[in-house]
């Protein structure tokens, strides 16, 4: 016993310390007099912590090959409480160690030993060290708690203890090197695949069916440590400290999670809750990651079954809406590129249509999360590929396909992305985005065109008016449906002048087409007014007046040459109910009494007459046995006629009402067969389409002459600029031409040439000048008089003159030889500013209004009023706008040429016989 004590006598001091923590009987548990004396020696000599550690370690794997189970916890609970107070660079080498006396109870079979290493591991995550080691793995750490969370024991509580050690193991993994860089790199896919995996395996077999909040977060319980409830707060937080590099290497083992597992079934639901937590948790400018690796995932598996692709869309739909998902990456257009090519081998398959149902409700999910800007691009993108597949495209043989259902579901998915979009600028809508739209939406079925209709309309309805707008037979229908009107900004110029045109060409040939349903004309109805109250003007009211007119006479022009009536009776009733809705429409819009009495005349004289001819009857299903024949006087009042719109609009400021005299034009820019009869680009501006509307003016007179009232811009483009002929028409007339030469004598040829234009243009400026020459001269003044030269200039030349009695002329020139310049006086900049003390007085509004009314009395046109007072058509134009200066003279010649007084008291009269002379 004494050399015992000889020996421990001899032991160096820590091992000393170390020896005297353990009791006589280890059920006492730690000495804690001797462990404070430990501590205090292993800070004040920090040196000596790793030969502490060394010694501890020695002594733990003893008992536990001795199975003295006591010892063990002590020699735990010592580490521990050495481990939280010692604070500097020398803990690493008492954390390796520490750590082999971790590993070494996992390692054993006691599942008190994994615990009590567990817990000790989870409490030095928890600690901040002062420096990194570069050398410390903890490779099997992680495959230790891995497969602690994939236990498979018999006894439920046994596995439930070993899977939550399992995760608390794994989260203190996760703290302790995912946010040092200097750690190892636990974002290899080597532990990735084990700790993802793993944390998966127990949120996905928790057996407590917790209730989630929206976010994904657990709601929460009274039995906080569960492993599932443990397991996703460790998935988020690894998730919460990936980089942008790290995110691919934690999402990619959820995904192959959920393929080994077979998690992609159709109700989804741990799928999408597990990428709800992936969504929130990763910083919020990497979640266009997540959407690119599903979209990845979703081409990798494209042989899979279609329930296995669907709820992989499914997800997608979930997770993109989250807010921290603001855009869904910066390649949109790639995004939506992969969907529709999915689209296009869905069509090439059988027994698609969940698949199907799902890409195109995961498209409009998608654009729903993106700016309008972006989603015209992506409506753009997708009616261009709509577009080729109608027409089709040529492949390297030269054949031409075309694939009708895909453009179909083209038109789906657009109608699906069109529910996201709010219209605010209509100048924002390209030629790129409409003139196929508008092409594509004459060319396809009725179903099809339905879907381009309701996508015209979304983009047109800019006030929301489209679900206000019904049926109406009355104006006090159109009065209760609180329609929202916007005028035509400066921003919609560029609309206005290039897109509209083609609009009104496409809402012609759309109304004619004899295949339409109920719906398709309630669409182009509401499409037409939707247009109207977007861009509201008084020149709006009149292009769309005019439009409702000529669609009104196509339908009585079909029926008259129809061979058999009844065949297009359904089709023409159709139509005249739906113009009657939009004249009703168009006439409350307007604001303007008469022109919405005659409409109102109109509708009752059709309810009387006519009833079936009503928008309640034609264009809601009924089956009802319709008849036009009607004597003329009958059916002018059923139908509308541009004599009497005209006269209700006279005199209305706005309104252009000469084009109710002049046929309907409306530009044509679609694509046209060039001379080799190939598609190719044509001038827009030169090719139009005229549409009568029944009115009783004719293009051409008897005796050719067309009448100076039809001269409009637009006919002499088409006179001046003749369509390009063929090759072959262009070699008959040169052949023509040179017959011509050798048959006929030279004088003729003489005779028949064109005077040169150079010699015409050298003869009129040459009458020009003499003109100007003769006038001057009138005056006294030679305009090419000069000096005769040597002229006396200097003052002693004049007085010589003088004293010889010679004529003399003498000039002042102001301000001559010296350096300033012309200034404008202060009245005269006074005057330029038409200030209120120097104003120009202009021509009252009231006189304006009494020479429009005259000249519309004499049926002129303000070129033709200018033109017979010898006055340039602007001065009409200000004098009917209350801007010119009054002139006696020009006030004379209108007064003569309208016939009205328009100065004295007399003004508003006819002018008598005395007062003309």
Same mark, same amino acid.
């Given at each position: 016993?004494?050399?015992?004590?000889?020996?421990?006598?001899?032991?160096?001091?820590?091992?000393?310390?170390?020896?005297?923590?353990?009791?006589?009987?280890?059920?006492?548990?730690?000495?804690?007099? /001797?462990?404070?004396?430990?501590?205090?020696?292993?800070?004040?000599?920090?040196?000596?912590?790793?030969?502490?550690?060394?010694?501890?370690?020695?002594?733990?794997?003893?008992?536990?090959?001795?199975?003295?189970?006591?010892?063990?916890?002590?020699?735990?609970?010592?580490?521990?409480?050495?481990?939280?107070?010692?604070? *500097?660079?020398?803990?690493?080498?008492?954390?390796?160690?520490?750590?082999?006396?971790?590993?070494? #109870?996992?390692?054993?079979?006691?599942?008190?030993?994994?615990?009590?290493?567990?817990?000790?591991?989870?409490?030095?995550?928890?600690?901040?060290?002062?420096?990194?080691?570069?050398?410390?793995?903890?490779?099997?750490?992680?495959?230790?708690?891995?497969?602690?969370?994939?236990?498979?024991?018999?006894?439920?509580?046994?596995?439930?203890?070993?899977?939550?050690?399992?995760?608390?193991?794994?989260?203190?993994?996760?703290?302790?090197?995912?946010?040092?860089?200097?750690?190892?790199?636990?974002?290899?896919?080597?532990?990735?695949?084990?700790?993802?995996?793993?944390?998966?395996?127990?949120?996905?077999?928790?057996?407590?069916?917790?209730?989630?909040?929206?976010?994904?977060?657990?709601?929460?319980?009274?039995?906080?440590?569960?492993?599932?409830?443990?397991?996703?707060?460790?998935?988020?937080?690894?998730?919460?400290?990936?980089?942008?590099?790290?995110?691919?290497?934690?999402?990619?083992?959820?995904?192959?999670?959920?393929?080994?597992?077979?998690?992609?079934?159709?109700?989804?639901?741990?799928?999408?809750?597990?990428?709800?937590?992936?969504?929130?948790?990763?910083?919020?400018?990497?979640?266009?990651?997540?959407?690119?690796?599903?979209?990845?995932?979703?081409?990798?598996?494209?042989?899979?079954?279609?329930?296995?692709?669907?709820?992989?869309?499914?997800?997608?739909?979930?997770?993109?809406?989250?807010?921290?998902?603001?855009?869904?990456?910066?390649?949109?257009?790639?995004?939506?590129?992969? #969907?529709?090519?999915?689209?296009?081998?869905?069509?090439?398959?059988?027994?698609?249509?969940?698949?199907?149902?799902?890409?195109?409700?995961?498209?409009?999910?998608?654009?729903?999360?993106?700016?309008?800007?972006?989603?015209?691009?992506?409506?753009?993108?997708?009616?261009?590929?709509?577009?080729?597949?109608?027409?089709?495209?040529?492949?390297?043989?030269?054949?031409?396909?075309?694939?009708?259902?895909?453009?179909?579901?083209?038109?789906?998915?657009?109608?699906?992305?069109?529910?996201?979009?709010?219209?605010?600028?209509?100048?924002?809508?390209?030629?790129?985005?409409?003139?196929?739209?508008?092409?594509?939406?004459?060319?396809?079925?009725?179903?099809?065109?339905?879907?381009?209709?309701?996508?015209?309309?979304?983009?047109?309805?800019?006030?929301?008016?489209?679900?206000?707008?019904?049926?109406?037979?009355?104006?006090?229908?159109?009065?209760?449906?609180?329609?929202?009107?916007?005028?035509?900004?400066?921003?919609?110029?560029?609309?206005?002048?290039?897109?509209?045109?083609?609009?009104?060409?496409?809402?012609?040939?759309?109304?004619?087409?004899?295949?339409?349903?109920?719906?398709?004309?309630?669409?182009?109805?509401?499409?037409?007014?939707?247009?109207?109250?977007?861009?509201?003007?008084?020149?709006?009211?009149?292009?769309?007046?005019?439009?409702?007119?000529?669609?009104?006479?196509?339908?009585?022009?079909? #029926?008259?040459?129809?061979?058999?009536?009844?065949?297009?009776?359904?089709?023409?009733?159709?139509?005249?109910?739906?113009?009657?809705?939009?004249?009703?429409?168009?006439?409350?819009?307007?604001?303007?009494?008469?022109?919405?009495?005659?409409?109102?005349?109109?509708?009752?004289?059709?309810?009387?007459?006519?009833?079936?001819?009503?928008?309640?009857?034609?264009?809601?299903?009924?089956?009802?046995?319709?008849?036009?024949?009607?004597?003329?006087?009958?059916?002018?009042?059923?139908?509308?006629?541009?004599?009497?719109?005209?006269?209700?609009?006279?005199?209305?400021?706005?309104?252009?009402?000469?084009?109710?005299?002049?046929?309907?034009? *409306?530009?044509?820019?679609?694509?046209?067969?060039?001379?080799?009869?190939?598609?190719?680009?044509?001038?827009?501006?030169?090719?139009?389409?005229?549409?009568?509307?029944?009115?009783?003016?004719?293009?051409?007179?008897?005796?050719?002459?067309?009448?100076?009232?039809?001269?409009?811009?637009?006919?002499?483009?088409?006179?001046?600029?003749?369509?390009?002929?063929?090759?072959?028409?262009?070699?008959?007339?040169?052949?023509?031409?040179?017959?011509?030469?050798?048959?006929?004598?030279?004088?003729?040829?003489?005779?028949?040439?064109?005077?040169?234009?150079?010699?015409?243009?050298?003869?009129?400026?040459?009458?020009?000048?003499?003109? /100007?020459?003769?006038?001057?001269?009138?005056?006294?003044?030679?305009?090419?008089?000069?000096?005769?030269?040597?002229?006396?200039?200097?003052?002693?030349?004049?007085?010589?003159?003088?004293?010889?009695?010679?004529?003399?002329?003498?000039?002042?020139?102001?301000?001559?030889?010296?350096?300033?310049?012309?200034?404008?006086?202060?009245?005269?900049?006074?005057?330029?500013?038409?200030?209120?003390?120097?104003?120009?007085?202009?021509?009252?509004?009231?006189?304006?209004?009494?020479?429009?009314?005259?000249?519309?009395?004499?049926? #002129?046109?303000?070129?033709?009023?200018?033109?017979?007072?010898?006055?340039?058509?602007?001065?009409?134009?200000?004098?009917?706008?209350?801007?010119?200066?009054?002139?006696?003279?020009?006030?004379?010649?209108?007064?003569? *040429?309208?016939?009205?007084?328009?100065?004295?008291?007399?003004?508003?009269?006819?002018?008598?016989?005395?007062?003309?002379?």
């Amino acid at each position: 016993m004494a050399g015992c004590v000889c020996c421990s006598a001899l032991k160096p001091r820590y091992k000393r310390l170390v020896d005297n923590i353990f009791p006589s009987s280890p059920e006492k548990g730690l000495v804690r007099s /001797e462990m404070e004396k430990l501590t205090y020696y292993a800070v004040s000599a920090p040196e000596k912590l790793d030969r502490i550690g060394v010694y501890l370690a020695r002594k733990l794997t003893r008992d536990i090959a001795r199975h003295r189970d006591k010892a063990v916890f002590i020699a735990m609970e010592a580490l521990n409480q050495l481990l939280l107070a010692c604070h *500097a660079q020398q803990i690493n080498l008492f954390v390796e160690s520490f750590l082999r006396m971790v590993a070494t #109870l996992l390692e054993s079979a006691n599942a008190e030993f994994q615990a009590l290493g567990t817990h000790s591991f989870e409490k030095f995550s928890k600690i901040e060290e002062d420096t990194a080691s570069y050398h410390r793995r903890y490779d099997f750490f992680v495959s230790k708690f891995s497969s602690m969370c994939h236990s498979n024991q018999q006894d439920n509580n046994i596995r439930l203890k070993a899977q939550l050690n399992g995760v608390q193991g794994l989260r203190g993994v996760i703290r302790k090197t995912v946010s040092d860089e200097l750690q190892v790199n636990i974002w290899e896919k080597q532990h990735m695949d084990k700790i993802i995996s793993s944390l998966l395996y127990i949120m996905q077999n928790d057996t407590n069916d917790e209730k989630h909040n929206d976010d994904g977060s657990p709601v929460p319980k009274e039995d906080s440590e569960h492993p599932s409830s443990l397991a996703e707060e460790s998935f988020r937080e690894l998730l919460s400290r990936a980089a942008f590099a790290n995110v691919p290497a934690a999402v990619s083992p959820a995904l192959s999670h959920m393929d080994n597992h077979k998690l992609w079934t159709p109700d989804s639901t741990f799928a999408i809750k597990c990428f709800k937590i992936i969504m929130y948790s990763v910083q919020g400018q990497y979640s266009h990651l997540i959407v690119k690796m599903l979209l990845d995932h979703l081409d990798n598996h494209g042989t899979e079954k279609q329930h296995t692709r669907a709820s992989i869309l499914q997800v997608l739909c979930a997770i993109v809406p989250i807010p921290s998902s603001a855009a869904i990456g910066p390649s949109v257009i790639d995004v939506f590129n992969r #969907l529709a090519r999915h689209l296009k081998i869905s069509t090439e398959r059988l027994n698609q249509k969940d698949f199907v149902n799902a890409l195109i409700e995961t498209t409009g999910v998608l654009a729903g999360v993106v700016p309008d800007y972006q989603k015209l691009e992506i409506i753009t993108f997708y009616i261009t590929k709509c577009q080729e597949a109608i027409c089709g495209s040529e492949d390297g043989e030269g054949m031409i396909f075309i694939d009708k259902k895909f453009a179909s579901l083209l038109l789906q998915s657009l109608h699906r992305i069109s529910k996201t979009y709010h219209a605010s600028n209509l100048s924002t809508l390209s030629s790129t985005l409409l003139d196929p739209l508008l092409k594509v939406a004459l060319l396809t079925d009725p179903s099809e065109r339905l879907l381009a209709h309701n996508l015209l309309i979304s983009l047109f309805d800019r006030n929301q008016n489209e679900s206000r707008l019904t049926l109406v037979s009355s104006q006090t229908d159109v009065e209760s449906m609180g329609l929202v009107s916007s005028a035509a900004s400066k921003y919609d110029a560029d609309f206005l002048d290039r897109r509209l045109p083609s609009i009104y060409h496409w809402l012609f040939e759309s109304f004619k087409h004899d295949d339409n349903s109920i719906n398709n004309f309630m669409s182009l109805y509401k499409c037409a007014l939707v247009l109207c109250l977007s861009i509201f003007s008084p020149d709006i009211i009149t292009d769309m007046t005019c439009l409702t007119l000529a669609v009104q006479g196509a339908a009585i022009e079909l #029926l008259n040459n129809a061979n058999q009536p009844e065949d297009v009776i359904g089709h023409v009733s159709q139509v005249l109910a739906s113009t009657a809705s939009i004249m009703l429409v168009l006439a409350h819009l307007s604001a303007i009494p008469e022109f919405q009495h005659y409409v109102n005349q109109v509708m009752l004289s059709r309810n009387s007459i006519a009833p079936q001819l009503m928008p309640e009857h034609a264009l809601t299903g009924q089956k009802t046995r319709i008849s036009f024949k009607f004597e003329p006087e009958a059916l002018s009042k059923v139908i509308f006629t541009s004599t009497a719109i005209y006269d209700a609009l006279v005199g209305r400021i706005g309104f252009n009402i000469e084009k109710l005299n002049q046929p309907f034009l *409306a530009n044509l820019p679609l694509d046209t067969l060039s001379s080799e009869g190939k598609h190719g680009p044509i001038d827009v501006e030169s090719i139009n389409i005229s549409f009568t509307m029944g009115r009783e003016t004719s293009v051409t007179l008897e005796d050719g002459v067309t009448p100076a009232n039809t001269i409009t811009y637009q006919y002499l483009k088409q006179v001046f600029i003749k369509p390009p002929i063929s090759r072959k028409e262009q070699m008959a007339k040169n052949q023509k031409v040179a017959d011509h030469i050798r048959s006929v004598p030279f004088e003729q040829l003489i005779a028949e040439m064109k005077p040169d234009p150079t010699i015409e243009c050298k003869k009129w400026y040459e009458q020009v000048i003499n003109t /100007e020459a003769n006038s001057v001269e009138d005056e006294g003044i030679d305009p090419l008089s000069k000096p005769a030269p040597g002229a006396a200039k200097s003052n002693q030349a004049v007085n010589a003159a003088l004293r010889k009695g010679e004529d003399v002329e003498t000039r002042q020139k102001f301000a001559a030889g010296t350096n300033k310049k012309a200034v404008t006086s202060k009245n005269t900049a006074k005057l330029d500013r038409e200030t209120e003390e120097l104003h120009h007085e202009t021509i009252s509004l009231s006189v304006g209004r009494l020479i429009q009314k005259g000249r519309q009395q004499k049926q #002129l046109t303000q070129k033709e009023l200018a033109t017979k007072i010898n006055e340039k058509p602007q001065v009409i134009n200000e004098y009917e706008n209350g801007k010119a200066i009054p002139n006696n003279q020009v006030m004379g010649k209108i007064e003569r *040429a309208i016939g009205i007084k328009l100065r004295g008291k007399d003004k508003g009269h006819p002018m008598t016989s005395s007062s003309k002379k």
